[in-house]
């Protein structure tokens, strides 16, 4: 059974940092293109980044380039997220997603699996 479980979520001040992890069972991490979206309150869920399966090929949305960074480490089947200079607007629940990349490029419509997610809040 393919499983995905964030980890790392918190509060932290504005500025700060955060390392969320998205570690896979029941699968082999490195056949799929990893993503990180995020839900706001009263928003829709949208991409944050994602990690292809083959080169390693990284893509940002614009609110987080420079800021957050995607990596994957394989041999542990985890697939992390640093973020840093956090701001207030990033705070959202961050859900860890697996599938092909052009499913993951084109929306959370269109992803299959999914992890339920951990929470991050960014407040002074």
């Known amino acids: 059974q393919l499983q995905l479980v964030e980890s790392g979520g918190g509060l932290v001040q504005p500025g700060g940092s955060l390392r969320l992890s998205c570690a896979a069972s029941?699968?082999?991490?490195?056949?799929?293109?990893i993503g990180w979206f995020r839900q706001a309150p009263g928003k829709e869920r949208e991409g944050v980044s994602c990690i292809s399966s083959s080169d390693g090929n990284t893509y940002y949305a614009d609110s987080v380039k420079g800021r957050f960074t995607i990596s994957r480490d394989n041999a542990k089947n985890t697939v992390y997220l640093q973020m840093n200079s956090l701001k207030p607007e990033d705070t959202a629940v961050y859900y860890c997603?697996?599938?092909?990349?052009?499913?993951?490029?084109?929306?959370?419509?269109?992803?299959?699996?999914w992890g339920k997610g951990t929470l991050v809040t960014v407040s002074s």
């Open positions: 997603a697996a599938d092909d990349l052009s499913r993951l490029v084109a929306g959370p419509s269109a992803v299959n699996y």
């Open positions: 029941g699968f082999t991490l490195d056949y799929y293109a």
